[in-house]
């Protein structure tokens, strides 16, 4: 199991613009998932600034179509490596109340010869440069998860209308599920981004543009590029968890059972949290109840897993921005005290 304990990064721009001043690019710093930064465009490079001693990288909340990260530190060259944009699941389901579609990101670096390279265990890093670049590019007007594809865009005034169908009817964006703020619309062969929706979107003023669009046939709709957390810094390595660690899942969707027997129900946000136990030696016992001792509440990246053969995917899958549900608790396992078993939970902020 690693933890990045050092954040590292002494500074977060980005070649493109942002959506408006609430989504800036400054937010990726903050422990706010929630609140990401969205760019303007459909394609935006962020330069992160590093300190020496950085041998891990860590993304949550992002979404993109396809994107990579290049590092620039001495004494290594230059390297890239592709971005995952594989989302959790190919079911559209996926889209409706899930804040989240693609899974966080942990990677760990050394330097080889003259190059920088993505491995298992990193090695500290000299002071450098990270280039993190996301793309959009993938027309998501008409695959609707349910009811129809969006053929058009209908102004009330200004930028406030809504998206309609071929038939001119509303289109519920809940249901359809591939429009949220900061989508990329193409109407009669210019951009514009959306920046509010009321409701479901179906009424005649529920959407907002980025700017003034008549009416007019929507030629392109594609996910805004954003990123919630970027952190970059050294890592606190512990004993792998013991087999039996659980995973469990936290579902914030409503369930509510009808009188004859049916069910009311609306999709939200799921978020995993880890049972862990591990036998450490002392040594790493008291470097981890330091990390604990500092952080308390306050939410870090942790990959939960490590050296786990490829085809695991534990590099995405296992790996998260988790708090302490509380304290840990130590146990010694010899009389000499050099050995200890800690169990503690964390649950992932979304």
Not at 83 to 108: C, K, M, V
Not at 291 to 307: E, G, H, N
Request: aromatic fraction near 8%.
């Amino acid at each position: 199991m690693r933890i990045l304990q050092n954040n590292l990064v002494t500074s977060v721009s980005s070649g493109a613009g942002n959506l408006s001043s609430t989504y800036a690019v400054a937010n990726v710093e903050n422990d706010t998932v929630a609140l990401p930064y969205i760019a303007n465009a459909t394609s935006a490079a962020l330069t992160i600034n590093v300190s020496a001693g950085m041998n891990c990288f860590f993304i949550s909340g992002h979404l993109c179509d396809s994107g990579t990260i290049s590092i620039s530190a001495s004494p290594g060259s230059s390297g890239s490596i592709a971005l995952n944009a594989t989302q959790y699941s190919t079911l559209d389901q996926l889209a409706i109340g899930s804040r989240h579609r693609l899974p966080p990101e942990w990677f760990n670096f050394t330097v080889d010869g003259s190059s920088i390279t993505r491995v298992d265990t990193g090695s500290a890093l000299a002071a450098g440069t990270i280039t993190l670049t996301l793309n959009t590019a993938t027309d998501r007007k008409g695959s609707p998860v349910s009811g129809n594809a969006i053929h058009q865009w209908d102004q009330s005034s200004g930028a406030v209308g809504r998206f309609e169908d071929s038939s001119g009817g509303g289109i519920n964006l809940n249901d359809h599920g591939n429009v949220m703020i900061g989508s990329i619309c193409t109407i009669g062969g210019s951009d514009y981004q959306v920046i509010k929706i009321v409701g479901d979107g179906s009424g005649s003023t529920d959407v907002t543009l980025s700017g003034s669009a008549s009416d007019a046939t929507v030629t392109a709709i594609k996910n805004p590029v954003k990123i919630g957390v970027i952190r970059a810094g050294s890592v606190l390595s512990v004993e792998n968890p013991q087999i039996g660690t659980g995973l469990a899942f936290n579902d914030y969707s409503i369930r509510r059972q009808i009188v004859d027997g049916g069910l009311s129900f609306k999709q939200r946000n799921l978020c995993k949290q880890y049972t862990v136990s591990s036998i450490m030696t002392d040594s790493n016992a008291q470097s981890f109840e330091g990390f604990y001792r500092s952080f308390r509440s306050k939410p870090f990246p942790a990959l939960v897993t490590q050296d786990m053969p490829s085809g695991r995917n534990a590099d995405t899958r296992n790996s998260g921005f988790f708090y302490f549900t509380g304290p840990p608790s130590f146990e010694y396992l010899q009389h000499q005290g050099s050995v200890s078993a800690i169990s503690f939970d964390i649950h992932e902020v979304i």
